[in-house]
């Protein structure tokens, strides 16, 4: 009753107020909606814009899976800058602690190769690798080693892919395969420098200008034969001779391997070397010590024995390994030596030309631990034989010794990574009689771009 | 005597079968051994140059696999770069040109899968990484199927005289892996969203099939021995977000995950990873049964 009361009363109080400001009420209302049916208007075409771009972000998503797919089932994606030969780069240096001066090893003939004479800090050359195949039926590589001044073509070669039935040919300028550590570069030595045995061979490594064939048995056993023929213009050959047509360096070996269990891995090889050296030049230390220049011109002939034996727990090396190396090389020289008249200057040769003969043998062992992740432990043993030299005439001028030069060495390295390698070397040098010496080297190895695999 | 007899017959007896197989096949890891066996049975004589306690990165071309190799019609291998310390010379030094890259006798079985891990920049001082993506495919069944289906194509483009058998094969197969998919899935419904750490990128796919999620791993980049610091490192991480597990494949050194694990209170899991990485694991179905074994009974 109260209710229909106030009702009545408020109705018959409106009509003068009410009149008036219903206008007003009404734009307001108006305002009110039309301001929320713009933001209303606007939040749905936002949220149909979000819609929008989310179904193109799935269509785009399921485009690139599509590609992807697509990119992955078929071969990638061709440019001309994939054609670009894989490049890398070895950067070596170290710092060596050792006697000065030039070290000929007692009783052998010089071999020239990289010396390292230097001592303190030095940049040993930086190798710079390049490799594609050629197509689908060959392969090339070309290593340089830069140095000030010199870029030296370390090893320039094609080799077949596809001739099947075993047989590989190699073409241009390459690292011989005899013996076991010729065909490896100095950067993927276990030591810091080199054994005496290739020292006195072939200065640091036996490079062939020529070519190579290997053949690989279809065995179980493994079971690899390869010839070489060549200029044989390095050391133990001369280019004395480099003007004639023909070859003067010829090379054979056989290699055979295999696995003793599933941890054991080994392989031993029998090499032969014969090279025809015109005129080689040497310096020889004679009787006056005097520094006399001679040339040799005969064939020489080289036998070459190795063995490696390689172990990991479970074949897996990344752990642990352990790698034996043991080498061994006989040395026949026969043919004409000439000692240049050096009277004049206090030398002792006369200038006579007369029959050289010698029968020089030696070799080295060496065992490299790598007893945890990144760090290996190695031992190295060298030895030489004098064996037997006959200068003949001229044997009155040039003194033969039987002093037997032999080295210890021992080294432990470091490896951050599979790319870098840092290397401590201790050496009891005693390759030159009456002077033996203590060296420490202190060596880095680097490598950069895509490094090829290395062999066994 | 009688031994050197016994010997020589049962070497001929052994000899025998594979003197008669079609196809002799070099697989690089032990899983491209074992699917190549499904698929192929009898029909070739495959073996393996990788086993599953060896990291396939990081084995050398030994005179045996030189030796295997030239013999091969056939290589088997994953691909992505992840042999690339050792299979160049293997294609170089056989004087094999069937196994050539490019050739039908070489068979990547990258290619046919979708890799995950793309690196969108290649720079060493990320660690060893794969320019073409991750190279551990297999532990996805579903990618395992994929190259099942090009690897079939492929024997029996070799093989064209048996196509009918390798195709028979390849459908009972498929039929067995699809059927044993579901039911890992099924028994695996739980592990999905489960936190792990990993030793190595080498689970990724395992985790992307099964939805575990890879919080860290224990080398601190691709291919790089675990540091004191990296580890430590990895356990304020885990305060933060914390594991499950920790994962490792039979062939890496149990020590890093057993230091993380033992300070987290986890548990460190060994998974076979391949075949014949664990007693359990003697061919393809056995590897993801005894894979997922130990998963659940790691997880909580």
Redesign the interface.
Known sequence: MKKTILAVAIAAALPWSAAARAVTDIDALRAEFDQKFKALQGDYEARVKALESRVQTAEIKADN?QQ??AA??S??PVSAGAFNPEISLILQGAYLDRAGGERPITGFFPAGGHAHAERGFTLDHTELVMSANID?YS?GLVTLAVADEEVEVEEAWF?T????????VKGGRFFSGIGYQNEKHPHAWDFADNNLMYSVLFGESLKQDGLQV???????????LGAEVAKGQFFPGSDGGADKNGADAWAGFA?????VG?SH???AGVSYLRTSPREREAFLDDLNDFEALSLFSGTSKAWLADFVW?WSP??????RNFIFTAEYFDRDEDGDLLCEDATAAGGACTGLTDRYASDQSGGYAQAVYQFM??WRIGTRYDRLSAGSVDFGANGAFLGSTDYDPSRWSLMTDYS????SRFRLQFARDKSVQGDPDNQVILQYIMS?G?H????? | MKSLIAFVLTALVLAAPAARAALNVLACEPEWMALTQELAGDLAEVSTA??A???PH???????L??KA??ADLLVCSGAELE??????L????????I?P??PGYFEA??????IDRPAVLD?AM??IHA?GNPHLHLDPRNVARVADALAKRLSELDAANAARYAARHADFQQRWSAAIARWEQQASGLRGVAVVAHHKNMNYLADWLGLTVVGELEPKP???PTASHLAGLLEVLKATPAWMVLRAA?E?PKASEWLASRASIPAVELPYTVGGSAGAKDLFGLFDDTLNRLLQAAP
């Open positions: 899976a992807d797919a992955n089932a071969p990638p689908p392969r080799q892919l596809r001739l099947g039935h075993g047989l590989t290997r053949w690989l048995a279809p065995t179980e056993l493994f079971l690899e290699h055979v391997g295999g696995d599933v891995a080994w392989r390689k479970d074949g897996n090396p990344r752990q992740p990144r951050p990574s599979e790319y950069i895509p090829g695999a290395h062999k066994f | 990788t086993t306690l060896q990291d990081r084995i050398q071309a030994r005179p045996s030189l030796a030239r013999r690339s310390g050792w299979l160049p010379l294609h170089r030094e056989a004087g094999n040109g069937r050539q490019g050739q990258a290619r046919f899968v979708r890799l060493r660690g060893d073409a291919g790089m021995e062939y050194p």
